[in-house]
């Protein structure tokens, strides 16, 4: 599943890296904040371990071999922060030391194998796994499903990568400039191998390290707290006030520059009224950005039914009062940000009084 | 089953051994991107792969692929090691996931092999994907075999990425050899004590069991590791070293690169 170099166009790449490095900031972030001083140490080794299971070849039924990524176990054992970081840094290594795996698609390699890997492996092992003891058959069962889950998961959405490139980068006689498979043919061909091969190998890894570690260091499938134990683990992190101010000062500058949006020539794709198909200027530009594809000659039924359900407060970003555009993008990103943040708020304060009854419990 | 799954992973271990030693070998040896600054190289090169990348035109990468051969040479990297470890893993790989492509993407046929028949489109999209892959994976086993671990490790620190993640990268490079020298002694012992065969449960017990060992044994090395740091003062701030010194030749050398990925992302549009 290791994208290599030159499968992926450059702006799919860039998009890939930035999500990939949002994750890894929210995962350094959290991690940090359990682990303290442990997490160099612990998520350095753990990476290093994840390398070489990597390497190891995973009999399967059948007389043949494959190889898994360990991405069930480290959300088992590290959670799923703590895995983003270990698979990640795996994966890195793999790419920057051994040249496996491009540097140009390594922000998509880990989106899928790290990131979305450890959260739909951690999300199926604890909804499966619920509350039972440490030592049940059912966290083995839990085990096998996140890890089959959690591969084929990282394989849909590697094969949705590779799907839209010949949708949105060819030349104009129609060649594509990347992977050259469309969504219909990507899907099916990379979840063919996933949903037998590498699935199995990643469930049967799980499955039996999970069984093992039942029986011989059930400490480890306790969660990441648990390793974190020791009152040197308590050291303070300095930088964290620190970074959280940095961002609201970010939050600020970016309130302040949203009146470049205005800058952008023509519709974003996808983003079209229901007037824009009446709208012959308007047509045009869908034309142009849909690879000469014309826009149906009515207002799809669907879209027309829909869009008069919900009328926005701020409609176009700005308010119908205020007259200068700029003005009206600044107000609509402060609104729009408060809004969030108590949301956020509220959100923080229910899940506190939620929390506080289990402590004292 | 019989033990192969023993020997594949003993073989895959022994590859990536003998490609980290190799790679030290070529780093220490006189050559092109030797003599340049890390910072250099690992730009200069990312440059070049990055160029590959936005190319649009066939003959541009094409272009770009020789200028990674002889990149390659000149920085004493062996074509033989290129074509076994590069340039024949990627054919066979990308070529394999190519090759459907030739009938499957519509377009002019130039080549009719009824039912099928092979279109211009296909054979460009194939050939454009079989050589940007190989251009970027020569270039990216190019600059990993010229240049040792820690001065690239350096180079990324320089480059402003964050200390903490540069440490992780370094102790886990560190202790990937460890762990493969670890599991490497353990599918040894337990092949040393096999007799017969396996059934196939029996041998993914084996798998299993050796990967719980070797999580157990890691998650003790981190402790160990920890309290070492700890006993020499560690308590959660990163020093690193950076001591690179920028000389004329390596920004002639930062200049040709850049100028070279520019022009041929510029040409190749």
């Given at each position: 599943?290791?994208?290599?170099?030159?499968?992926?166009?450059?702006?799919?790449?860039?998009?890939?890296?930035?999500?990939?490095?949002?994750?890894?900031?929210?995962?350094?972030?959290?991690?940090?904040?359990?682990?303290?001083t442990?997490?160099?140490?612990?998520?350095?080794?753990?990476?290093?371990?994840?390398?070489?299971?990597?390497?190891?070849?995973?009999?399967?039924?059948?007389?043949?071999?494959?190889h898994?990524?360990?991405?069930?176990?480290?959300?088992?054992?590290?959670?799923?922060?703590?895995?983003?970081?270990?698979?990640?840094?795996?994966?890195?290594?793999?790419?920057?030391?051994?040249?496996?795996?491009?540097?140009?698609?390594?922000?998509?390699?880990?989106?899928?194998?790290?990131?979305?890997g450890?959260?739909v492996?951690?999300?199926?092992?604890?909804?499966?796994?619920?509350?039972?003891?440490f030592?049940?058959?059912?966290?083995v069962?839990?085990?096998?499903?996140?890890?089959?889950?959690?591969?084929?998961?990282?394989?849909?959405?590697?094969?949705?990568?590779f799907?839209?490139?010949?949708?949105?980068?060819?030349?104009?006689?129609?060649?594509?400039?990347?992977?050259?498979?469309?969504?219909?043919?990507?899907?099916?061909?990379?979840?063919?191998?996933?949903?037998?091969?590498?699935?199995?190998?990643?469930?049967?890894?799980?499955?039996?390290?999970?069984s093992?570690?039942?029986?011989?260091?059930v400490?480890?499938?306790?969660?990441?707290?648990?390793?974190?134990?020791?009152p040197?683990?308590?050291l303070?992190?300095?930088?964290?006030?620190?970074?959280?101010?940095?961002?609201?000062?970010a939050?600020?500058?970016?309130?302040?520059?949203?009146?470049?949006?205005?800058?952008?020539?023509?519709?974003?794709?996808?983003?079209?009224?229901?007037?824009?198909?009446?709208?012959?200027?308007?047509?045009?530009?869908?034309?142009?950005?849909?690879?000469?594809?014309?826009?149906?000659?009515?207002?799809?039924?669907?879209?027309?039914?829909?869009?008069?359900?919900?009328?926005?407060?701020?409609?176009?970003?700005?308010?119908?009062?205020?007259?200068?555009?700029?003005?009206?993008?600044?107000?609509?990103?402060?609104?729009?940000?408060?809004?969030?943040?108590?949301?956020?708020?509220?959100?923080?304060?229910?899940?506190?009084?939620?929390?506080?009854?289990?402590?004292?419990? | 089953?019989?033990?192969?799954?023993?020997q594949?992973?003993?073989?895959?271990?022994?590859?990536?051994?003998?490609?980290?030693?190799?790679?030290?070998?070529?780093?220490?040896?006189?050559?092109?991107?030797q003599?340049?600054?890390?910072?250099?190289?690992?730009?200069g090169?990312?440059?070049?792969?990055?160029s590959?990348?936005?190319?649009?035109?066939?003959?541009?990468?094409?272009?770009?692929?020789?200028?990674?051969?002889?990149?390659?040479?000149?920085?004493?990297?062996?074509?033989?090691?290129?074509a076994?470890?590069?340039?024949?893993?990627?054919?066979?790989?990308?070529g394999?996931?190519?090759?459907?492509?030739?009938?499957?993407?519509?377009?002019?046929?130039?080549?009719?092999?009824?039912?099928?028949?092979?279109?211009?489109?296909?054979?460009?999209?194939?050939?454009?994907?079989?050589?940007?892959?190989?251009?970027?994976?020569?270039?990216?086993?190019?600059?990993?075999?010229?240049?040792?671990?820690?001065?690239?490790?350096k180079?990324?620190?320089?480059?402003?990425?964050?200390?903490?993640?540069?440490?992780?990268?370094?102790?886990?490079?560190?202790?990937?050899?460890?762990?493969?020298?670890?599991?490497?002694?353990?599918?040894?012992?337990?092949?040393?004590?096999?007799?017969?065969?396996?059934?196939?449960?029996?041998s993914?017990?084996?798998?299993?069991?050796?990967?719980?060992?070797?999580?157990?044994?890691?998650?003790?090395?981190?402790?160990?590791?920890?309290?070492?740091?700890?006993?020499?003062?560690?308590?959660?701030?990163?020093?690193?070293?950076?001591?690179?010194?920028?000389?004329?030749?390596?920004?002639?050398?930062l200049?040709?690169?850049?100028?070279?990925?520019?022009?041929?992302?510029?040409?190749?549009?």
């Amino acid at each position: 599943m290791h994208i290599p170099d030159g499968y992926l166009s450059p702006s799919t790449c860039v998009t890939l890296y930035v999500l990939a490095a949002s994750g890894w900031y929210g995962a350094l972030r959290r991690i940090k904040r359990v682990l303290t001083t442990r997490t160099i140490p612990l998520i350095s080794v753990f990476a290093a371990f994840s390398f070489v299971v990597m390497m190891f070849n995973v009999p399967l039924p059948g007389g043949t071999t494959g190889h898994a990524v360990g991405v069930a176990v480290g959300a088992i054992v590290l959670g799923p922060w703590g895995s983003i970081l270990a698979i990640s840094i795996a994966l890195a290594i793999q790419a920057l030391f051994f040249g496996d795996g491009g540097i140009t698609t390594l922000g998509a390699n880990c989106l899928n194998m790290a990131i979305i890997g450890s959260f739909v492996a951690y999300a199926v092992y604890r909804a499966i796994a619920a509350n039972s003891e440490f030592t049940s058959r059912r966290r083995v069962l839990a085990a096998a499903v996140a890890g089959y889950c959690a591969i084929n998961a990282s394989a849909f959405v590697t094969a949705i990568e590779f799907g839209i490139q010949p949708l949105l980068f060819h030349d104009s006689s129609g060649t594509p400039l990347y992977a050259p498979y469309s969504l219909g043919v990507a899907i099916p061909a990379m979840m063919l191998g996933h949903l037998t091969f590498a699935g199995l190998a990643e469930a049967a890894i799980s499955v039996g390290m999970v069984s093992f570690l039942q029986k011989t260091d059930v400490g480890l499938l306790r969660g990441v707290k648990n390793l974190a134990l020791g009152p040197e683990s308590l050291l303070p992190i300095p930088a964290y006030e620190a970074s959280q101010k940095n961002l609201w000062w970010a939050v600020a500058l970016l309130m302040v520059l949203t009146p470049l949006g205005i800058l952008a020539a023509g519709t974003a794709w996808g983003e079209w009224s229901s007037a824009d198909f009446a709208n012959a200027h308007a047509r045009a530009q869908i034309e142009a950005a849909s690879g000469n594809q014309a826009p149906p000659s009515s207002v799809p039924a669907g879209l027309q039914k829909l869009s008069s359900l919900w009328t926005a407060p701020f409609p176009g970003y700005a308010p119908r009062f205020i007259k200068s555009p700029a003005f009206g993008y600044s107000l609509s990103a402060v609104f729009g940000v408060g809004f969030l943040a108590l949301a956020a708020l509220l959100a923080r304060s229910v899940s506190r009084r939620k929390r506080q009854p289990e402590a004292r419990a | 089953m019989t033990q192969h799954f023993i020997q594949s992973t003993l073989q895959g271990f022994t590859r990536a051994l003998s490609k980290a030693l190799l790679s030290e070998q070529v780093a220490n040896q006189p050559g092109l991107l030797q003599q340049f600054d890390p910072r250099v190289r690992l730009v200069g090169m990312l440059s070049l792969v990055i160029s590959v990348v936005l190319c649009r035109r066939l003959e541009i990468v094409a272009v770009l692929f020789v200028i990674a051969v002889v990149i390659a040479l000149a920085s004493k990297v062996s074509l033989l090691s290129l074509a076994k470890r590069v340039w024949l893993v990627v054919l066979a790989f990308t070529g394999l996931i190519a090759l459907p492509a030739l009938f499957t993407t519509p377009g002019d046929a130039i080549v009719s092999l009824r039912p099928l028949s092979i279109t211009t489109q296909g054979l460009r999209t194939a050939l454009l994907l079989i050589v940007r892959v190989e251009t970027a994976a020569t270039l990216t086993t190019v600059l990993v075999f010229s240049t040792p671990w820690t001065h690239t490790l350096k180079a990324l620190r320089s480059l402003h990425l964050p200390a903490e993640v540069v440490t992780m990268l370094a102790m886990t490079h560190r202790y990937v050899f460890l762990l493969l020298e670890t599991a490497n002694q353990m599918f040894e012992s337990r092949q040393s004590r096999t007799v017969g065969a396996l059934t196939g449960a029996e041998s993914r017990r084996v798998t299993a069991r050796t990967a719980g060992v070797l999580l157990s044994k890691s998650m003790e090395l981190s402790q160990e590791v920890y309290l070492a740091m700890l006993s020499r003062g560690f308590r959660g701030d990163i020093q690193l070293l950076t001591e690179f010194r920028m000389k004329a030749r390596d920004y002639a050398g930062l200049a040709a690169f850049l100028c070279v990925g520019c022009l041929a992302s510029w040409i190749g549009r």
